[in-house]
């Protein structure tokens, strides 16, 4: 029976549901070493000086390590990253001093201890105010940090870390052609990952020198490149170990905990040191998901054809860079949302503020660039009075158009958006314009929204598989995805066992990821690894089976085309009962006189994507990503309209997924996909005070979804399949979020009769619009 | 984990726990009452409080007194929230604790600990002090034990001396006969600190309101009583009860005064309608 | 009166053991039950009391670890995920697909559990309001809804 299309068991559950599956912090060592950071309580600031006087003659303190310490700046993109601040600081919340002790109470009163002095600097607040020409300097070497992966365009003596241009047609032409035109500027807050396990890492450097890595990360790979690369240790003896992580959301594919930990390490001889974000730390020192600013002006024929679209992105990076250059690429290139438009004008700013710096999150700054997009298109439909469904429907991207970047898609590239948008006109029942009232001062509304998303990976990413087999016959998987939640280990077995028509119960996948033994997967990010590691393991199990069947071409005295495998067994395709156990082959045969041939079979299978290439910096013009998945996404709301308080009713999402690999692993990441974006709607937001410190450090204050405050979810996929994937599936790990907080706003705003054009939407944020539109 | 030590003490009697206090105090250190401990475990947690010994006094037989008792209702102060909901005695009571904190919070949650922490919401209060003239309580410290009316006990904050600890709340049994009803408002979440929360009885044709979240601490006015009771619309009534509450409304994170203003009328005006049909 | 003043060694009753710890008496039952017994099914998310991750069964009421000392738990019965062995209710969580990263999952299966035992008749409006205590960032609560509800319906009929 095939695997492909059934809701296996995630591979892990068993463990998850007794207690067994061990995280990062659950493994402890006695005899490790804690340490703790202290951390700044300014957001911009110059140090005049550190005190660790008193906190270095405290009880079980080892060693404290401060930025004078470390000449060293970090960044994936641009190195403009002290690991510890150094002369100044530039977030609340920023490390300023590392210390190591015997114990965890010992390390943290140590690092209460430590006193700093500040001379403070003005705070910027926001990307708009960043761009000022009197804004404050909040990077006053930018022209001197080192680029490690173009491209980026720092503009030194300003607070502009990155500039990306987009240039498609003629926008003179696209104006002349329009007859309506639309204009709306949003405002969108940082969010947090708020992954439930915190992040950690833990560092041990031996005397031969191998620096042993045990880290929440899904990166591994690009935790021992970048440690190998900053402390000049070759990368074989950085070995980093990714057990089990407790939820990621892109949050845990930056490296900083790693550097850290090997400091603290390094400053007590290489003992095994242990580093915990607490909670606090986690929302305020790790990096957040970025938000942003936008101005975006659509320009329509009277019959709602879309004819230009003009975008500027101000991307609040927070103090330092980290991905968001690659991020603000990412925003650009699918800038216009899933529509055909033939003249394009977009800018994207990367801004440094005195924020906490940002990192991917979950739909790579495609969930706050789709809320722009999606809120400008509604404003549009008012504008001609169309249906917004219709609309969307109208100027949905076709196979044969391009995209923003010059792309010309197909459809195994892109996938059915036509499709998506008729299921969807059939969930939402009634036409998502209209507004019908419940009650004297309840009324219900829909707000629609389309989404898309590419990968945006390196134009050489690529993954690995490795396949063994036990004596009895069964497998063991080796990849380098990390497993966060997304399935990812299950998908590969079910991918393996139908490559091989085995059960799935005979496919052992590692979990745990080891950069020693296991092959290297560039990130598990961007949705790329059902793709990437799909295609490596079909590799490494085509290898397999050709390696089967060239021993058992000799041992059943045939040409090995004439064989096939299935069920663990390698058998002659006209005549199966003519065949060979896995069990007595893939550990050599042996004769019945006792020789033996052939070895142990090996798969080895292995993936790079191809044909990408980096944006052209003059026009943005190049190919971002292999393939796009698309969807429709729509929220029905009941408003009270004299207080703004709400229910949200339902919540839709039609995706085109290729095909359906793990259906409940595929429904179960849409709707978790779902509720965060409704989280970011409602009420999610990292907010900061009038001196830039951060206030929602705890979960008391960063209020995510909780039990019953969901909706209906209702999810359907569409099947297109994406020729060159692993039986046709499409990346979905992140898209439930994207058009969600969209769709929430546009339901909102139809409801409420005003326009909500930032984030979260709170009722009170409603009710005050209200009573201005009144005024 | 907590970084600093102390010392964990749980007393059997009240006499015990007065005792110890006492001694710890004597020899130059400090101790505090301990009661469901989810305030202080995360206060210490970062480090915002500090005390060398803390003593449980939650399960000393008197502080988990839940029961009727001639005219009165007696609660423990040890008694957690989600008992007195369980149990409850007093509805009113049970619907101003149930929205405190989570469920899984409110088995933890000691009446004494709500009153006596230092969050300013101190929602529990707000049922005794609509009954203020007809509840007591009984505290106990190095002088024995006082039998204080709540009006002197508890004005926003717990008044004690130094030393002492709340042992129980007494409420005349009529006041869970009364027409009530507690309201709390949000800023969008059902788990989430109030933007106000207002509790309301009836008794007779007089109204009586005690609100929490709106200015610092939770407060009652008589002012306010008597407008709500008076003969005006229910609109009238709530927007002229508001307009008594003067400047220092709350302006937090949760909400701005401007909206709590909005939302507290309109909550009034509602629960005047609920409870005069 | 009990007094624990400095590390020592204390009883505790964990999963119908009686288990020896030496905890400081600061430590709250979560540190413990982690470091000193390796009961890591108990999560810490928050220590805050929010999040509900590091939640045991404590005297069949649902309390959140991390909000608890040690010392207070001595003479207490202590179920964590640990002691829950071919439960339904895990069943119900699997089949459901009720977690994805599963660092949530052990307080929703203790929190789960204390429901069942407490009130196997409740509605779902109980439910919900006893699983609020605990947050997911992965699902989108109704698998977990979906999971508990199963198993309280089959009880019910
Ligand atoms: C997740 C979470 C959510 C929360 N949400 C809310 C909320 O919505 N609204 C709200 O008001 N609070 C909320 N809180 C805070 C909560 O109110 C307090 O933590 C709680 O009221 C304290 O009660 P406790 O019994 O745990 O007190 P403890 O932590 O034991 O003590 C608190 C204070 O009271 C003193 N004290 C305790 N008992 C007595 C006594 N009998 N006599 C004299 N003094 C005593 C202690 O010395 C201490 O100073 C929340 C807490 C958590 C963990
Ligand atoms: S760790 Fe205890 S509630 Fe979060
Ligand atoms: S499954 Fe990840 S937090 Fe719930």
Redesign the pocket.
Known sequence: MSTIGQSVRRTEAPNKVTGRAKYNADTHVPGTLWAHLAVSSEAHAKILGIDRDNAMTMAGVKAIVTGDDVSLLCGEVLEDRPPLAKSKVRYYGEPIALVVATGEAEAILAALAIQVDYQKLPVVHTPLEAMSSDAPLIHEDLGHYVIAQPPISPQPGTNIADVVKLRKGDMNVGWKSSAVSIEGNFTLPSIDHAAMETRSAKVEILHDGRVIVHTTTQAPFEVQKLLSQYFGIKQGKVIVNAPLVGGAFGGKATVQLEILAYLASKAVGGRLVQLVNSREQDFKTSPVGTGLQAKIKLGATRQGKLTAAELTFWVDVGAYTDSSPRMARAITSDCTGPYRVDHVHCDTYCLYTNHTYATAYRGFGHMPMTFCIERAMDKLANALSIDPLQLRRLNAIQPGQTTPTGVTLNLSRLGNLDACIDRMNDLVTKPPGQVTRVAPHRVRATGVSCFWKTSSSPPDASSGAIITFNQEGSMNLSTGTVEFGAGTKTTSAQILAERMDMSIEDIHVHTHINTKVDPEHWKTVASLSTFMVGRAVLDAADDAISQLKSLAAVVLRCAPTDLAVGQGRVFIKDDPTMNVAFKDIVHGYQYPEGNAIGGQVIGRGTYIVRHLSPLNPDDGQGRPGPAWTVGCQAVEVELDTSDGTYEILRAMTVVDIGRLINPKGALGMVMGGMCQGLGYGSREAVRYDALGRLVTDQ??TYRTMRMGEQPNYQVDFIETPQIDAPYGARAVGEHGVLAIPSALANALARAAGVEIDSLPATPEAIWRLGTEVQA | MIPFSFEYHRADSLEEAALVYQQIQASGQKP????????????ARLAQ?HFDA?ID??QIPQ?QRLERADDAIVFG??V??DRIGQANLWPLLSQAGA????HS?RC?????????????????ALPFMLFSSDAHGL?FGPGGSRDVPFKELFNGQ?N?RPG????ELRVAQFAAEVPALSV?KTRLDW????LFTVAMVRVNSEIRVAF?GVTGCPFISDAINRTLSAAASWDDRAQSAVAHISDSVVDDLHGSAKYRRFLLTRTLADMLAKIEE | MFSYTTRQSLILQVNQDALTVTPRPSDTLLYTLRQELGFTGAKPGCE???CGACTVIFDNLPL?SC?MLTAEAVGHEITTVEGLHHTALQDAFMDHWAFQCGYCTSGFLTTAHALLTRHPDADRQTMVEWLR?NLCRCTGYQEIGDAVWSVLQARQT
Do not use: H, Q, W
Request: overall charge positive.
């Open positions: 979960f008391r | 505090i009452y301990y009661g469901g401990g989810t305030e202080i475990l995360t206060m409080i803390v006094i939650k502080c102060a040890g957690s929230l929205r405190v904190a989570d919070v933890k949650i000691t009446l004494g600990g709500n009153l006596a922490g230092t969050l300013p919401y101190r929602e529990v505290v717990l004690l002492e600890f709340l042992v709390k788990v989430d600190y109030p929490s | 805050n009391g929010d959140k909000l205590s």
